[in-house]
């Protein structure tokens, strides 16, 4: 029984065989070498070119510097803002402290006028003594009998209230302005500028309208 190799032998050119074997070889070369260069390619567009991706690291990197300097700018105007704030916080506290505690005072004193100044009916002074009717008649009031609880408004006392209200108001809006601005305000120098002054307005609307 003859084996299968041959008939190759005998049949077959051994040149030809060779030949055949050798471009079955280069197809499988020239078919891995497309590959490679495919795969270099890929890697190619996904790495691309190392100074390209140095570029785009630092550029990466600038962003989020600037990033945290503007954090930390905001950081330091939003503290500057909460000190003009707290200034405006206390003397308002402090204000009303000086009131209740001048109010205090002049209870104490009027107390003491009322128990050092009556008898056992010092509770109807009012009614039937003229001394005490000067002493609790409002100093609006126009003098008189029994008229002690009405005030009577002269033409001059209106036109100074509505002076006095219309000057409230524009201390209010003088101080909405001025804390506005120190709201949006993009500086340090900015904020204080206009801190400052909503301090000082918030400090004379204390003392003068309330």
């Known amino acids: 029984m003859s084996s299968p190799f041959s008939k190759m032998d005998t049949d077959d050119d051994p040149s030809s065989a060779a ?9 499988i070369l020239q078919k891995q070498a497309r590959e490679l260069k495919h795969v270099k390619a890929d890697l190619g567009s996904r790495m691309g070119d190392p100074s390209t991706e140095v570029g785009s690291l630092k550029t990466d990197v600038h962003g989020l510097v600037s990033l945290l300097l503007e954090m930390q700018r905001r950081r330091n105007l939003n503290e500057e803002r909460d000190a003009y704030r707290q200034q405006m916080l206390f003397n308002g506290i402090k204000r009303i402290a000086e009131d209740v505690h001048e109010l205090k005072q002049r209870v104490r ?38 008229g002690g609880s009405c005030e009577v408004r002269t033409p001059g006392s209106v036109n100074a209230a509505k002076r006095a209200a219309e000057n409230r108001k524009n201390f209010e809006r003088t101080l909405e302005h001025h804390i506005t ?16 002054l ?4 918030s400090d004379e609307l204390l003392k003068n309208f309330l």
Request: aromatic share 2%.
């Open 181 to 196: 601005h120190m709201n949006i305000a993009m500086t340090i120098d900015e904020v204080q500028a206009s801190g400052s």
């Open 109 to 146: 004193a009027l107390e003491a006028g009322t128990d050092g100044g009556g008898g056992g009916d010092g509770s109807k002074d009012d009614n039937n003594s003229n001394g005490a009717v000067h002493t609790t008649t409002p100093r609006k009031s126009s003098g008189g009998g029994g």
């Open 198 to 201: 909503a301090v000082k307005y």
């Open 19 to 27: 030949e055949l074997a050798f471009a079955k070889v280069d197809r």
